[in-house]
């Protein structure tokens, strides 16, 4: 199959997460134009979920870029793009809500965040470690660097497997809570739930990009 499979699998991958990355883009940016009914700011939204569950000493901090809303646990932060840090939107309120829903998994302990935060070490050393053996297979060294390199792999295909549910379960939480705590009317919900989806389906884009790619490389050791 050599490189030219290889080539195949990084483009069809590539296509796959352009393609959830367009969608994400194209929704938040709709919704980030429909201001949400409470009128709070991401910023808001964040600091009362948390203090409503209990979480009143993990920070809420504006970090800079688009798109770059993340929640970081080993300093307890919910850190926040600028734009959904200070805009009231139903993309920007929607995003907070979902940086907190990790910030909940965090607390209650949730397994597959626990799993995905255990294997992260692992993974790290996988995803430098395997490409490079793979090609010294390619190159005529032995069928034993690529079968090296698919039992490396397994760590790659396996954190993002881990990270579907950690992402799926984050959005679920935020959208309850943004209903229960009125942050968002019923007719907001629809827009809540889209950017919600499409954030959600970069990682099940990523994961079916994982998934290719390990095939590719089992098949490519059985040659």
């Not at 490189?3 to 997460?17: C, E, H």
């Not at 194209?26 to 209990?54: D, Q």
């Not at 994961?207 to 059985?222: D, G, I, P, W």
Request: hydrophobic share 50%.
């Amino acid at each position: 199959m050599g490189f030219g499979g290889y080539l195949l699998v990084m483009i069809i991958g590539a296509l796959i997460s352009g393609a959830a990355a367009l969608w994400v883009r194209s929704s938040y940016a709709a919704w980030s134009k429909r201001p949400s009914s409470s009128g709070l700011t991401g910023a808001e939204v964040a600091r009362m979920i948390l203090e409503r569950n209990g979480l009143g000493h993990v920070r809420v901090e504006p970090v800079p870029g688009t798109l770059t809303d993340h929640y970081d646990p080993r300093a307890k932060a919910v850190r926040l793009s600028e734009g959904n840090f200070r805009g009231s939107s139903i993309a920007a309120v929607s995003v907070a809500a979902h940086e907190c829903g990790h910030a909940l998994q965090d607390a209650g302990g949730y397994l597959p965040m626990r799993l995905r935060a255990g294997i992260f070490p692992v993974v790290m050393f996988s995803s430098q470690v395997w490409p490079m053996a793979f090609v010294l297979g390619v190159i005529g060294l032995g069928q034993f660097w690529i079968q090296l390199a698919v039992v490396l792999f397994l760590a790659v295909l396996a954190f993002h497997v881990v990270t579907l549910p950690v992402e799926i379960d984050a959005s679920r939480r935020a959208y309850g809570i943004l209903g229960r705590y009125g942050v968002i009317s019923s007719g907001e919900a629809g827009g809540s739930r889209r950017v919600l989806t499409a954030a959600a389906f970069t990682y099940i884009a990523a994961a079916l990009t994982a998934v290719l790619m390990f095939l590719y490389l089992l098949m490519a050791s059985r040659e």
